[in-house]
């Protein structure tokens, strides 16, 4: 039972372009959405969240929208740069503050 | 303290030994989570501490894996017998009990790579 879903393994975007990462989930107890990144032998950095009351948050250059109707939620990030490229994991909060995540999606931004 | 350190950062063993990882998190937080990263998949959580109480196991926590925080501080997992498909890289988190309206995310190790062969 996969409780979130992120559909696209990997995304390619021109440096300076928009980035838009989608996630999905099912389980409607979920209190909060947090998107980490993860660079190659490092843990997950968190990134951003998103509280399930809310359908926007916002943090420079990185926007969560969640749209609870569909269970749909994508991270956009603008301008895009090199540096973001790494493998960007989205996460519901469950009870005790477990978080259940997707299998991330590879984001290359090309210079 | 400059976050939560994972001890060691690769261990190959023989199948059937038995390994033990550590994990310091940061001083001031009072959860610690144990995640399993697989080739492909997002971590998965393992289990979960709340001071020295372990509140929480996981149904992938089968009984040839233990973890312990004695005195609320550092935690350890151990694997015992270990078999190929232990192989992973083993995330440990901390993060501070706040309230229930606090988005604060945890704070993620650099993970122990464990190869059984």
């Known amino acids: 039972d996969q409780q979130v879903k992120q559909n696209s393994p990997s995304l390619s975007v021109q440096e300076g372009r928009i980035s838009i990462l989608n996630c999905d989930y099912t389980n409607s107890m979920f209190d909060y959405f947090l998107w980490y990144k993860k660079y190659p032998a490092e843990g997950p950095t968190f990134l951003i969240s998103?509280?399930?009351?809310?359908d926007k948050n916002e943090d420079g250059r990185f926007t969560v929208f969640l749209n609870k109707s569909a269970k749909h939620l994508s991270l956009h990030i603008v301008p895009s740069q090199p540096g973001d490229s790494a493998v960007y994991f989205c996460?519901?909060?469950?009870?005790?503050?477990?978080?259940?995540f997707g299998k991330g999606t590879l984001l290359t931004v090309n210079p | 303290d400059t976050g939560v350190s994972q001890d060691p950062r690769h261990k190959i063993t023989k199948r059937g030994q038995n390994v033990t990882f550590r994990c310091d998190p940061i001083?001031?937080?009072?959860?610690l989570y144990w995640y399993r990263q697989t080739l492909g998949q997002g971590p998965e959580f393992l289990t979960y501490f709340q001071n020295e109480a372990q509140l929480e196991k996981s149904r992938l926590l089968s009984d040839r894996f233990s973890a312990e925080r004695p005195k609320g501080s550092f935690s350890t997992l151990e694997i015992q017998r270990t078999e190929q498909g232990d192989s992973a890289m083993y995330l440990c988190a901390s993060s501070l009990a706040l309230g229930r309206t606090s988005s604060y995310g945890y704070t993620f190790g650099s993970g122990t790579r464990l190869t059984v062969v």
């Open positions: 996460a519901g909060r469950g009870s005790n503050y477990k978080l259940t």
């Open positions: 998103i509280s399930s009351i809310k």
């Open positions: 001083s001031e937080h009072n959860r």
